[in-house]
T-cell receptor, first 111, second 114 residues
Framework: GQSLEQPSEVTAVEGAIVQINCTYQ??????LSWYQQHDGGAPTFLSY????GLEETGRFSSFLSRSDSYGYLLLQELQMKDSASYFC????????????FGTGTQLKVEL | NAGVTQTPKFRVLKTGQSMTLLCAQD?????MYWYRQDPGMGLRLIHY???????AKGEVPDGYNVSRLKKQNFLLGLESAAPSQTSVYFC?????????????FGDGTRLSIL
């Protein structure tokens, strides 16, 4: 089976940098994804790491260390609109290419 | 181009009633998924399909059935609704077996069972 752990809540100020960590225990691993979800909205894809290292997409970066079963999402130049829940998800690569999601981190951006 | 469309968006049921949630996609994606999301929790996979005419169980399949008679539609059925099935249900699609493609989500169906 799969299990993922991430902090339940993070608070930061506008313009700052915040890091959301994710550790996982999995029976199969083919990549770590990050999704953003605003209150009442649908999850939207942010980033994906299949290999170790950093992936950068604009203000968002994601890092993966497969040897440590660990990844993080880095958000720079925080904006109020970044207030949302962020989920890490492991792709198992097996039949159905399924994702197992963490319980999510609620990010609150304050002035 | 609607992407992934879920109907209905909201529904209130009484315990024991049945209903079907519809997920329709216009992206010609092979894979489709049904998740439920409860407060303070991530999304949990109920059932999924890797193509027309196929279905498979996910993490929490009990109390639900699914059908994929047409490639563009994935139906989730509750035969006898229970209060424990009160949740937000999301449908998602994926192009196919390539591992680096993201899942595309619908806007969700908010289901309350009294």
């Amino acid at each position: 089976g799969q299990s993922l752990e991430q902090p339940s809540e993070v608070t930061a100020v506008e313009g700052a940098i915040v890091q959301i960590n994710c550790t996982y225990q999995t029976s199969g691993f083919y990549g770590l994804s990050w999704y953003q979800q605003h209150d009442g909205g649908a999850p939207t894809f942010l980033s994906y790491n299949a290999l170790d290292g950093l992936e950068e997409t604009g203000r968002f970066s994601s890092f993966l260390s497969r040897s440590d079963s660990y990844g993080y999402l880095l958000l720079q130049e925080l904006q109020m609109k970044d207030s949302a829940s962020y989920f890490c998800a492991v792709r198992d690569g097996g039949g159905g290419n399924k994702l197992t999601f963490g319980t999510g981190t609620q990010l609150k951006v304050e002035l | 181009n609607a992407g992934v469309t879920q109907t209905p968006k909201f529904r209130v049921l009484k315990t024991g009633q049945s209903m079907t949630l519809l997920c329709a996609q216009d992206m010609n994606h092979e894979y489709m998924y049904w998740y439920r999301q409860d407060p303070g929790m991530g999304l949990r996979l109920i059932h999924y399909s890797v193509g027309e005419g196929t279905t498979a169980k996910g993490e929490v399949p009990d109390g639900y059935n699914v059908s994929r008679l047409k490639k563009q539609n994935f139906l989730l059925g509750l035969e006898s609704a229970a209060p424990s099935q009160t949740s937000v249900y999301f449908c998602a699609t994926l192009t196919g077996p390539r591992s680096n493609q993201p899942q595309h989500f619908g806007d969700g169906t908010r289901l309350s069972i009294l």
